[in-house]
């Protein structure tokens, strides 16, 4: 079971890391941070991949999308000072909540 969280766990790391170069790339313009993002991108697609032998299609995406997605709301609001509601942040807390469900 341990591979199966090390899989979803690069998968949304890469994804973010992935997420946050294509936001520069956004911001600067420069084809460094589109091709870093492309590349991480093509790895969390391998990692989730793999990961789908052992959680499956629908539980590996759903971990994958929630990881991704708490930390990429943290990135968002600390690095690039985005704003999200209190209805944002309480759909965030809810998905967190599902996939400590999911991931049982």
Request: charged share 10%.
């Given at each position: 079971m341990y591979m199966a969280w090390l899989f979803i766990?690069?998968?949304?790391?890469?994804?973010?890391?992935?997420?946050?170069?294509?936001?520069?790339?956004?911001?600067?313009?420069?084809?460094?941070?589109?091709?870093?993002?492309?590349?991480?991108?093509?790895?969390?697609?391998?990692?989730?991949?793999?990961?789908?032998?052992?959680?499956?299609?629908?539980?590996?995406?759903?971990l994958w999308n929630s990881i991704s997605t708490l930390l990429l709301a943290i990135i968002a609001i600390v690095f690039f000072h985005e704003k999200l509601t209190a209805i944002q942040l309480v759909g965030i807390l809810i998905t967190m909540f599902g996939v400590a469900l999911v991931g049982k």
């Open positions: 766990i690069v998968t949304a790391l890469t994804d973010v890391i992935s997420s946050v170069f294509i936001k520069e790339w956004t911001i600067h313009g420069t084809l460094a941070d589109l091709l870093i993002g492309i590349a991480t991108l093509a790895v969390a697609a391998v990692s989730f991949a793999f990961s789908m032998k052992y959680f499956g299609l629908a539980v590996s995406n759903v």
